[in-house]
C-alpha cells in the first residue's frame, strides 16, 4: 500500500475537486467584468461556443493523459513518450505556469479574505459612493502589511488542505465547499433580481446585440473560456491522475464544464441587475468587485450580510482554486523527488507565498517599477494567461491529436466511457484539428502578432 497513488473516493467528489479548480476568481471577478466591458450577451454566446467546441474536448484530452499516465504532469508526458525531452519539458512548463499564477492568484485571494473582515468590521457602511471605497481599496492593497497578512493567511488555509491529501484534503474540502459556494451564489443572485429595476440588467445578459462583436471579443471570450476551466498547465491532468479507470472521462468532463459555466453564469445574474437597478454602468472592468460592489451593498436591504456573504463567496471559489494549483505543484515534487506530502506543500506553499510577495507589493510599494508598461502583477498574468496556459493548451491538444497513438488514445479512453462511438469520433477531430487552430489564434493574438 505504502507507494499507491492516492485515488478519489468517488466521482462525485472528483467532479466536485475538479468543478471546483474551474471555479474561481476568473468566475466572479473576471467573467463579469469582460461580460461588462464587451456587449453583454454576446460575450457571454461566444464564451459558451468557446466551451463548448475547446473547453469539453480539451479538458477531456488532459484528463485522459493524467488518468492514463497516474502522475504529475511531468511525470506523466515523460511515462507517455518514454522520456522524450521536448514533451518533458511541456511538463514542467505546467509546473512552472502553476508556480507563477498561483503566487499572483493568491494576492487577490488574500484580498478577498481581507475584504470579509473589513465588510464584518462595516466600513464600508458610511460609503455613499464608489470613491470612496476605490480610495480604500487603493490604500489597503498599497499597504504591504495588510496584503502580505492576507496572502499569508490565504496560503496557509491552502497549506493545511494540500497536506491532508487527496481524499482527506481536496476531496473532502471540496465537497463541502462546493455546495456551499452554489447555495451563496443562488441567495446572491435572488437578492439581486428582485431588486426594483433589476429587469434591464437581466436583458442586459440575455439580449444579444451583434452589432457589439468586435474581433477582439471573440478571442477574449475563448481566452476567457481556457483560463476559467484550468487548462493548459496540467491541473485537471494531475487531479485525472487520481481518478479511476472505472469512471467516464467524458461524462466528468461536461459535469465539470457545466458546473463551472452555471457558476459564471450566475455570477453574472448576481452582479448586473443590481448594478443596473442601482444606476450604474457595467463598463466598470477590473475594479469592479473591490470598489464599486461594496458600496452597492449599502443601497440593499440586508447589505451588511449580503456582502460578507459575497466575499465568503469569493474566498471560497479562490480557495477550491489555490488547492489545485498548489496540488500540481506538491505531485510534482512528491512524484519526481520523493520528498514527503507535509513537508513539501509547507516548503513549496511557503516558497510561492515568497514569490507573491513583490507582487502584492506592485500595488504599492513598487508600484512605480514597470516592465513594458506592466507592474509585476500584470508581468506575472500576461506570462500565466497569454502565454504558458495557450502554450500548453496548444501542446497538450497537438499530443492527444497528432503525437500520441491513436489506438492508445482509443482504448484509453474508452474505459469506462458511456459515450457513443460518433461522439468519441467527433471529440477525436476537434483535439486534432479544431481545438489547436482556435488556441494558437487566440495566442498569436494575445501577444499581439496579428
Ligand atoms: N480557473 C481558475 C479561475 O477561474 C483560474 C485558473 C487558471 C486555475 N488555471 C488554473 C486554477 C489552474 C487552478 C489551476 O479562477
Known amino acids: 500500500m505504502i507507494n499507491q497513488r492516492e485515488q478519489w473516493g468517488s466521482k462525485l467528489g472528483f467532479i466536485l475537486a475538479a468543478a471546483g479548480s474551474a471555479v474561481g476568481l476568473g468566475n466572479i471577478w473576471k467573467f463579469p467584468y469582460l461580460v461588462g466591458e464587451n456587449g453583454g450577451a454576446v460575450f457571454i454566446l461566444l464564451y459558451l461556443f468557446g466551451v463548448l467546441v475547446v473547453g469539453i474536448p480539451a479538458v477531456i484530452a488532459e484528463i485522459l493523459i493524467g488518468r492514463t499516465a497516474r502522475k504529475n504532469p511531468v511525470g506523466s508526458f515523460r511515462s507517455l513518450t518514454r ?4 514533451w518533458v519539458s511541456i511538463g514542467f512548463l505546467g509546473v512552472l505556469a502553476g ?48 496584503s502580505v497578512f492576507y496572502s499569508f493567511g490565504f496560503m ?11 481524499q482527506k484534503g481536496i476531496e473532502k474540502s471540496s465537497k463541502f465547499l462546493m455546495p456551499l459556494l452554489l447555495i451563496f451564489i443562488v441567495i446572491l443572485v435572488m437578492r439581486g433580481v428582485t431588486l426594483p429595476g433589476s429587469m434591464k440588467g437581466i436583458k442586459y445578459l440575455i439580449k444579444v446585440d451583434f452589432s457589439a462583436i468586435r474581433p477582439q471579443t471573440v478571442l477574449l471570450a475563448l481566452g476567457q473560456a481556457f483560463f476559467s476551466l484550468s487548462l493548459g498547465m496540467g491541473a485537471l491532468m494531475t ?4 481518478m479511476s479507470k472505472k469512471d467516464d472521462i ?39 468587485i473591490f470598489n464599486i460592489l461594496p458600496v452597492l451593498f449599502n443601497s440593499i436591504p440586508g447589505g451588511y450580510l449580503f456582502r460578507i456573504l459575497f466575499f465568503i463567496l469569493l474566498s471560497i ?5 489555490t488547492i489545485s494549483l498548489l496540488e500540481v505543484i506538491t505531485a510534482y515534487v512528491v512524484d519526481e523527488f520523493k520528498i514527503s506530502r507535509k513537508i513539501a506543500t509547507i516548503c513549496f506553499g511557503f ?37 504558458l496556459l495557450p502554450l500548453g493548451g496548444l501542446l497538450i491538444s497537438i499530443f492527444v491529436g497528432w503525437v500520441w497513438k491513436k489506438d492508445q488514445v482509443y482504448s484509453n479512453l474508452r474505459e469506462g466511457l458511456k459515450i457513443s462511438e460518433p461522439l468519441l469520433n467527433l471529440w477525436f477531430f476537434l ?3 479544431v481545438v489547436p487552430v482556435i488556441i494558437l489564434f487566440v495566442f498569436l493574438s494575445s501577444i499581439g502578432i496579428f
Open 156 to 166: 496557509v488555509l491552502s497549506v493545511i488542505i494540500i497536506m491532508f491529501g487527496v
Open 317 to 321: 471559489a479562490a480557495l477550491t482554486s
Open 83 to 86: 522520456g522524450n525531452p521536448f
Open 351 to 387: 516558497i510561492v507565498f515568497l514569490i507573491g510577495i513583490p507582487v502584492a507589493l506592485s500595488f504599492g510599494l513598487i508600484s512605480d517599477l514597470k516592465i513594458f508598461g506592466l507592474n509585476f502583477f500584470g508581468i506575472m498574468d500576461f506570462l500565466a494567461s497569454n502565454i
Open 250 to 288: 467524458a461524462g466528468c468532463a461536461v459535469n465539470i464544464v457545466a458546473l463551472d459555466t452555471l457558476v459564471a453564469l450566475l455570477a453574472g445574474f448576481m452582479i448586473f441587475p443590481a448594478l443596473f437597478a442601482l444606476g450604474m454602468q457595467p463598463e466598470q472592468g477590473p475594479a469592479l
Open 239 to 242: 487531479y485525472g491522475s487520481y
Open 431 to 433: 483535439i486534432r484539428f
Open 99 to 146: 508556480f507563477v499564477i498561483l503566487s499572483y492568484y493568491n494576492v487577490i485571494a488574500g484580498w478577498s479574505l481581507g475584504y470579509i473582515i473589513e465588510s464584518l468590521k462595516n466600513v464600508f457602511a458610511p460609503m455613499e459612493n464608489p470613491e470612496k471605497a476605490a480610495a480604500l481599496f487603493g490604500s489597503l492593497s498599497a499597504s504591504a502589511r495588510w
